[in-house]
């Protein structure tokens, strides 16, 4: 079978290729996000940026004319408090040469975007990332547009460009790859607890069950 770019096991990422970039998480636009909850946006992006963190992966914090659109949302920025976001004119952030310097230092060609608006924001540097030769994966729940149809056109538009839509728990599966990876583990568990929703309650639960002497209910032996 002839392997692509987009197959084989060197498809799926790792914490040591990826790069990732995000996007315009301030006030301007989350005020007009309509293709999701607003906080759903808000809890994916940080525990994406947690991730990142945890895992030793570069991170790119970027906005748009944040004097006047606004400062990256706080939580965000908590994650990276020592990081400066780079501030742009540009709409198409691939054509700011200090972003594009900052991620190519980093011999990385495997680049994460994840940002707001999809259709506008993500769209345009990943389109353009992709002629580079980069190959560009678009974490679709931490990113979102202006309306259900917009986002979901943006997504479309980047398949067929080439990008690879993915969501940030999958990511979170790719870069763990195994569990017994107890230090990669120890990386991704607490994210996966304190954001990841059902899956987070249930890895509490299961360390609840682990932490229980066999044979006792409620504290009695039985």
């Known amino acids: ?102 991620v190519a230092k980093t011999g990385r060609k495997k680049l994460i975007i994840a940002g707001l608006w999809t259709e506008i924001c993500v769209a345009m540097p990943a389109i353009q990332a992709l002629g580079e030769g980069y190959d560009v994966f678009v974490v679709t729940d931490a990113s979102g547009g202006v309306s259900a149809e917009a986002h979901d056109m943006a997504v ?30 120890a990386a991704t568990i607490p994210v996966l607890a304190e954001h990841g929703g059902g899956t987070g309650i249930a890895f509490a639960w299961e360390l609840q069950l682990l932490a229980t002497p066999p044979g006792t209910t409620g504290g009695v032996s039985v």
Do not use: C, Y
């Open 156 to 185: 479309r538009r980047l398949e067929q460009a080439g990008a690879v839509p993915i969501t940030w728990m999958v990511l979170a599966g790719e870069w763990q790859r195994d569990w017994a990876d107890e230090t990669k583990a």
């Open 1 to 102: 079978m002839t392997r692509t770019a987009k197959t084989g096991l060197e498809a799926l990422l790792t914490p040591e290729e990826s790069v990732l970039v995000l996007i315009d998480h301030q006030p301007f636009q989350f005020a007009n996000l309509n293709s999701h909850e607003p906080t759903l946006i808000v809890n994916n992006v940080v525990a994406l940026a947690k991730l990142a963190k945890a895992h030793g992966v570069p991170t790119v914090l970027t906005t748009v004319i944040e004097e006047r659109g606004g400062n990256i949302i706080k939580e965000l920025q908590d994650v990276f408090p020592e990081q400066r976001p780079i501030n742009r004119t540009l709409i198409n952030t691939w054509q700011d040469r200090e972003v594009v310097d900052v």
